[in-house]
């Protein structure tokens, strides 16, 4: 199965400060990473995604960046809000044509007005 | 859409006692997933069913643990006997063909 890896597992930073998650993955044929955000006592919610005939895919403030040849992909929030704060998850699948994901083991940001 | 619903929210039970946890999935969405968190271990995907049929069970820890989905619209985990170890937030995903999943409100599960 995939092995996917999550840098790092605390964040702090200023209020309008940027914010960048990295994550790793080992299956080369695996082709679509969501991001997932998970509030305290909340259930994950999915932010973004991006699928391997990309390399970077932008929603306001965040974006999700693809290097395939690396096998990495990550998460960027700019101008950081207090309510940024939560654990993000990264999430990649067994192999492409698979529907399990394998989720990182989080990243837990905190943001500091 | 009222997402995916689990049930119960809560539950806290003693050592040894069957649980069940359920799950209605969105409607129209066709994969079904189980996953357990906690601190220590994160996200661990438990069993994970397509058209309602049992794909891949190989994160089930042990016998104790089966999952059911009689129907594309309910889907139950249960452990039996359970034990103190047990505890965690249990949650439900579901998805259609295109990957994306949503996550139900999770079960939280204390066995003391």
Known sequence: ?113 | DAGVIQSPRHEVTEMGQEVTLRCKPISGHNSLFWYRQTMMRGLELLIYFNNNVPIDDSGMPEDRFSAKMPNASFSTLKIQPSEPRDSAVYFCASSRSDYGYTFGSGTRLTVV
């Open chain 1, 1 to 113: 199965g995939e092995n996917v890896e999550q840098h790092p597992s605390t964040l702090s930073v200023q209020e309008g400060d940027s914010a960048v998650i990295k994550c790793t993955y080992s299956d080369s044929a695996s082709n679509y990473f969501p991001w997932y955000k998970q509030e305290l006592g909340k259930r994950p919610q999915l932010i973004i995604d991006i699928r391997s005939n990309v390399g970077e895919k932008k929603d306001q403030r965040i974006a999700v960046t693809l290097n395939k040849t690396a096998k990495h992909f990550s998460l960027h929030i700019t101008e950081t809000q207090p309510e940024d704060s939560a654990v993000y998850f990264c999430a990649a699948p067994w192999g492409a044509g698979s529907y399990q994901l394998t989720f990182g083991k989080g990243t837990k940001l905190s943001v500091i007005p």
